[in-house]
């Protein structure tokens, strides 16, 4: 199973993002621009995933002077698993076309015979994912 750059991307974003939208004892907007400098990724492609992340309610946009983006929630309620969906990855080990698909990978349509064994890798990786917070992954370690 390989995590795409989109999702690899969105989460290390939101992490920048989380990091640094606390500036003391307030809260402050995060521009793409910081982000994509600090992260070394595309402000375009940031833009992309950004979209997708404010229409998933993960992120509030702020315009006007001093805009960018905050967190809609706290880092410590922000999940990893949900940042990973909202920009469209799917969190699964199958080469099928959907979880719980009855259609399989095979040219025939049914399952392979490990299906079983990647399915449940799948929802592990769901699991671990949605019990890292954004303040997990940012606590100094």
């Known amino acids: 199973m390989r ?4 999702g690899r991307y969105a ?4 992490a920048d993002l989380a990091r640094h939208s606390v500036d003391g004892a307030s809260e402050r907007s995060v521009s793409l621009a910081e982000i994509a400098t ?17 229409r998933a309610g993960l992120v509030k946009s702020v315009r006007g002077p001093g805009g960018g983006y905050r967190l ?25 076309s959907g979880q719980g698909s009855p259609r399989g990978c095979m040219v ?9 064994l990647w399915e449940g890798l799948g929802r592990e990786i769901h699991r671990y994912l949605a019990s890292v917070s954004l303040a997990d992954v940012i606590a100094p370690r």
Do not use: N
């Open 3 to 6: 995590l795409s750059t989109k």
């Open 72 to 96: 809609a929630a706290g880092a410590d309620q922000t999940w990893v698993a949900q940042i990973v969906l909202a920009v469209d990855e799917p969190i699964r080990a199958t080469r099928c």
């Open 108 to 116: 025939g349509g049914e399952r392979c015979i490990t299906h079983d």
């Open 11 to 14: 989460v290390m974003a939101m």
């Open 38 to 54: 600090r992260q070394e990724i595309s402000l375009s492609y940031l833009e992309q995933l950004f979209s997708r992340l404010r």
